[in-house]
């Protein structure tokens, strides 16, 4: 499979956040059990900032998941993306309309 790497960067985002949501977690309380910045973990939340592998790993232990888990969710993440990008071929114009765009995938699949 060919990965759209800003699709990819957009469902690493959208899981983070999602799953962070779900343990009840604020950003800054992510940031504390990662030592990342809170500044860093919304960029990567919006798609704005490539995490590395290194980071990954980190973000996955401070939601205590296994990286395994992490990149499971991401990768259902980035077909959903992928089938709403699809229907939509929505283009981003800045990095807030990007955040509300992962506010409302976030909201909708809280829903399920």
Same mark, same amino acid.
């Given at each position: 499979?060919?990965?759209?790497?800003?699709?990819?960067?957009?469902?690493?985002?959208?899981?983070?956040?999602?799953?962070?949501?779900?343990?009840?977690?604020?950003?800054?309380?992510?940031?504390?059990?990662?030592?990342?910045? !809170?500044? %860093?973990?919304?960029?990567? =939340? *919006?798609?704005?900032?490539?995490?590395? +592998? $290194?980071?990954?790993?980190?973000?996955?232990?401070?939601?205590?998941?296994?990286?395994?888990?992490?990149?499971?969710?991401?990768?259902?993440?980035?077909?959903?993306?992928?089938?709403?990008?699809?229907?939509?071929? !929505?283009? %981003?114009?800045?990095?807030? =309309? *990007?955040?509300?765009?992962?506010?409302? +995938? $976030?909201?909708?699949?809280?829903?399920?």
């Amino acid at each position: 499979m060919a990965y759209d790497i800003k699709t990819y960067q957009k469902a690493v985002g959208v899981y983070v956040m999602n799953y962070r949501h779900l343990r009840d977690m604020t950003q800054q309380e992510l940031s504390r059990e990662t030592g990342l910045s !809170r500044q %860093f973990i919304s960029k990567m =939340e *919006c798609g704005c900032q490539v995490p590395s +592998i $290194a980071t990954l790993l980190i973000v996955a232990d401070g939601l205590e998941i296994t990286l395994d888990q992490f990149i499971g969710g991401v990768e259902k993440t980035y077909v959903q993306l992928q089938d709403v990008q699809s229907r939509s071929r !929505r283009v %981003f114009r800045d990095a807030a =309309e *990007c955040r509300e765009y992962n506010g409302y +995938i $976030a909201l909708t699949k809280s829903r399920k």
